[in-house]
T-cell receptor, first 112, second 113 residues
């Protein structure tokens, strides 16, 4: 049982480049989330998807787009990377309302 | 005021002692409360969930919730060096059809052998 799988684990981009972070869960969860974690800032929600076919903005959505491809997959795209997007990105999923989040292993992104 | 506040620490306790981690939250509509442990360079992992006032025990861990005081705590009994990590408090409320989960910035715990 893999849980929540994120790819890649590490990525270095130059300013202006684009990339997509992939996330897949095999727990049949309805809700999926993308967070970023920065020192001293804690985990901040970028985008979430309450169910297949729906997405909405979180606390820090600027510079990002998402796609809920199906119930299992939720991708995060950086169209034009900026140094301020250097961070660790976590994908998470939850079964239902009031249920805890289950996290992937994270993607460490550096933008130079 | 931050929505979820934790003392950043580090909190240092000797091996075998009780570690007490505290968290306050501002949203009175919060419904679910979680403690996550995060080792350096790793992802958060769930330790405890608590949904109603009072204590909930699981092994060496006890979560305490007081909704009137908007306070959540985590006690770790017989602390071990392997408990050294950052502990994240998370607070959840239903908000327009999705879970709004807000995290504190975490308390770093150091267990001294």
């Amino acid at each position: 049982n893999a849980g929540v799988t994120q790819t890649p684990k590490f990525q270095v981009l130059k300013t202006g480049q684009s990339m997509t972070l992939q996330c897949a869960q095999d727990m049949n969860h309805n809700s999926m989330y993308w967070y970023r974690q920065d020192p001293g800032m804690g985990l901040r929600l970028i985008y979430y998807s309450a169910s297949e076919g729906t997405t909405d903005k979180g606390e820090v959505p600027n510079g990002y787009n998402v796609s809920r491809l199906n119930k299992r997959e939720f991708s995060l795209r950086l169209e034009s990377a900026a140094p301020s997007q250097t961070s660790v990105y976590f994908c998470a999923s939850s079964r239902a309302s009031r249920s805890p989040l289950h996290f992937g292993n994270g993607t460490r992104l550096t933008v130079t | 005021q931050k929505e979820v506040e934790q003392n950043s620490g580090p909190l240092s306790v000797p091996e075998g002692a009780i570690a007490s981690l505290n968290c306050t939250y501002s949203d009175r509509g919060s419904q679910s409360f979680f403690w996550y442990r995060q080792y350096s360079g790793k992802s958060p992992e769930l330790i405890m969930s608590i949904y109603s006032n009072g204590d909930k025990e699981d092994g060496r861990f006890t979560a305490q919730l007081n909704k009137a005081s908007q306070y959540v705590s985590l006690l770790i009994r017989d602390s071990q060096p392997s408990d050294s990590a950052t502990y994240l408090c998370a607070v959840n409320r239903d908000s327009g059809g999705y879970q709004k989960v807000t995290f504190g910035t975490g308390t770093k715990l150091q267990v001294i052998p």
